[in-house]
């Protein structure tokens, strides 16, 4: 049974930092595109960074430079490192894993790539 669980969430001021967490467990396969995404209130799901098994991330140009993913496939451990956060940055955030599509780009934060998918963790940031 594949288990996905976030942690690190909370509540920080605006321009502050929080480093998210994914444990995951019962993967079948060592190839996993691995991803955030976040879902904010009456809002759709949204894609923040991707990292494929080979270390290669995806991120949307709208959060290049305040958001890094990183891997310790090891530990079967997903990391988000989210710097100068924003208010609009509030919202619960989702640790999720897919198989890599069958073409390029092979791995990028599309909610419809994955099938396991954590709770989430929410993330609030005050102004």
């Known amino acids: 049974q594949v288990q996905l669980a976030e942690s690190g969430g909370g509540s920080v001021q605006a321009g502050g930092s929080l480093k998210l967490s994914c444990s995951m467990s019962?993967?079948?396969?060592?190839?996993?595109?691995m991803a955030w995404l976040r879902q904010a209130p009456e809002k759709e799901r949204e894609g923040v960074a991707a990292v494929d098994s080979d270390g290669n991330t995806s991120i949307p140009d709208s959060k290049k430079g305040r958001f890094t993913i990183s891997q310790d496939r090891g530990k079967n451990i997903l990391y988000l490192q989210m710097d100068s956060l924003k208010p609009e940055d509030t919202a619960l955030y989702y640790c999720a894993a897919g198989l890599p599509r069958p073409v390029p780009p092979n791995c990028r934060p599309d909610a419809r790539q994955f099938t396991e998918w954590g709770q989430g963790t929410q993330v609030t940031v005050s102004s």
């Open positions: 019962g993967l079948t396969a060592n190839n996993y595109c």
